[in-house]
Antibody, heavy 114, light 109 residues
Framework: EVQLVESGGGSVQPGGSLRLSCAASGFTFSSYEMNWVRQAPGKGLEWVSYISSSGYTIYYADSVKGRFTISRDNTKNSLYLLMNSLRAEDTAVYYC???????WGQGTLVTVSS | SYVLTQAPSVSVAPGKTARITCGGNNIGSKSVHWYQQKPGQAPVLVIYYNSDRPSGIPERFSGSNSGNTATLTISRVEAGDEADYYCQLWDASSDHPWVFGGGTKLTVL
């Protein structure tokens, strides 16, 4: 069974940083592309970032480009999202998702507030 | 980047059929997935690759995709179907590969 478990969310002040992690199990992590998706309170789903299976190809949404960094460690079956220069509008539940329909984690809440 | 358009809300009486649409330029040439999300919960896949249904999803849920519109159809709507529904596709030609529609709130009257 595919399992994706996010961690690292919490409250942070504007301008601060946070690192999210996603622990993957139940499949060969190194063979799959991965994504981060977020959902602000009361809003729709927003794709945030993509990383290829090898980690060599990376894409970002315009709203986070230059501030967020996606990475992965295939030896640890883990996906990461380093979020710098956080803004109030980054407040959201962040989901880790395998590049296969329906395989998402339960999400971790990030709150950016002074 | 590619844009998907959904109506903000759809209302339907119990037992009737709900149709939720997702518009996009030549969307019929792409594979569309549909997610159901209830308050406080993570999205759940209800239709993938236009018309396939994951195990555990009732047969009342079906999907189609042609031309500029993909459609999620829910037959014999139940109160428990009340939720937000999102369409999503993978745009292989883009550096923004995952695209979501804005979501449709289904209200069961």
């Amino acid at each position: 069974e595919v399992q994706l478990v996010e961690s690292g969310g919490g409250s942070v002040q504007p301008g601060g940083s946070l690192r999210l992690s996603c622990a993957a199990s139940g499949f060969t992590f190194s063979s799959y592309e991965m994504n981060w998706v977020r959902q602000a309170p009361g809003k729709g789903l927003e794709w945030v970032s993509y990383i290829s299976s090898s980690g060599y190809t990376i894409y970002y949404a315009d709203s986070v480009k230059g501030r967020f960094t996606i990475s992965r460690d295939n030896t640890k079956n883990s996906l990461y999202l380093l979020m710098n220069s956080l803004r109030a509008e980054d407040t959201a539940v962040y989901y880790c998702a395998r590049d296969s329909p329906g395989d998402w984690g339960q999400g971790t809440l990030v709150t950016v507030s002074s | 980047s590619y844009v998907l358009t959904q109506a903000p809300s759809v209302s339907v009486a119990p037992g009737k059929t709900a149709r939720i649409t997702c518009g996009g330029n030549n969307i019929g040439s792409k594979s569309v997935h549909w997610y159901q999300q209830k308050p406080g919960q993570a999205p759940v896949l209800v239709i993938y690759y236009n018309s396939d249904r994951p195990s555990g999803i009732p047969e009342r849920f079906s999907g189609s995709n042609s031309g500029n519109t993909a459609t999620l159809t829910i037959s014999r709507v139940e109160a428990g179907d009340e939720a937000d529904y999102y369409c999503q596709l993978w745009d292989a030609s883009s550096d923004h590969p995952w695209v979501f529609g804005g979501g449709t709130k289904l209200t069961v009257l």
